[in-house]
T-cell receptor, first 112, second 114 residues
Framework: QKEVEQDPGPLSVPEGAIVSLNCTYSNSAFQYFMWYRQYSRKGPELLMYTYSSGNKEDGRFTAQVDKSSKYISLFIRDSQPSDSATYLCAMMRNTNAGKSTFGDGTTLTVKP | ETGVTQTPRHLVMGMTNKKSLKCEQHLGHNAMYWYKQSAKKPLELMFVYSLEERVENNSVPSRFSPECPNSSHLFLHLHTLQPEDSALYLC?????????????FGPGTRLLVL
């Protein structure tokens, strides 16, 4: 079993929709949770970073972590065509010297 | 240039060739990373360097050989690769190799092994 499972997608939504991207994990030692966005032919860029359980909001993006359920989500409000990309969840233990474990990625297309 | 740059952006090589991938970061960071991204598989960490010392080697075959001559440059030397090594190779850097540090990625080198 993979340590991190990500909803596979692909996901296609109309412009303005609310998007929910989700990952589950099996290792309770994960303390840091990240969401990356990767456009075609580019490297991943960090979108959201959270430590432990709770919500974090940044503009149209909200990251949610539920450690009791080992479940994390990224919500995108008022989605735009420019949000079309692959979204990767990633997690890290406290002692891991920069070693992140990534999900497979979910490809999102927002149609105008 | 700013951020993390990688050259070449595309590379085609035969199984008997030797080639090198180059990464340069202009962020003043002290940690650098090599990742492999294959289709339909999660991003895999290959190597981590902190202050030019290798601190992580993720069971990578010896046909991949990293080199970090200084904190701004990272190389991945390739020899006798296999077709299954075809992938996007991403370099990243962070201020230090720590759990709470943001990693900044380069655009990647897309490698095709024939």
């Amino acid at each position: 079993q993979k340590e991190v499972e990500q909803d596979p997608g692909p996901l296609s939504v109309p412009e303005g929709a609310i998007v929910s991207l989700n990952c589950t994990y099996s290792n309770s030692a994960f303390q840091y949770f990240m969401w990356y966005r990767q456009y075609s032919r580019k490297g991943p860029e960090l979108l959201m970073y959270t430590y432990s359980s709770g919500n974090k909001e940044d503009g149209r993006f909200t990251a949610q972590v539920d450690k009791s359920s080992k479940y994390i989500s990224l919500f995108i409000r008022d989605s735009q065509p420019s949000d079309s990309a692959t979204y990767l969840c990633a997690m890290m233990r406290n002692t891991n010297a920069g070693k992140s474990t990534f999900g497979d990625g979910t490809t999102l297309t927002v149609k105008p | 240039e700013t951020g993390v740059t990688q050259t070449p952006r595309h590379l085609v090589m035969g199984m008997t060739n030797k080639k090198s991938l180059k990464c340069e970061q202009h962020l003043g960071h002290n940690a650098m990373y090599w990742y492999k991204q294959s289709a339909k598989k999660p991003l895999e960490l290959m190597f981590v360097y902190s202050l030019e010392e290798r601190v992580e080697n993720n069971s990578v075959p010896s046909r991949f050989s990293p080199e970090c001559p200084n904190s701004s440059h990272l190389f991945l030397h390739l020899h006798t690769l296999q077709p299954e090594d075809s992938a996007l190779y991403l370099c990243a850097s962070s201020r230090i190799a720590g759990a709470s540090e943001t990693q900044y990625f380069g655009p990647g080198t897309r490698l095709l092994v024939l």
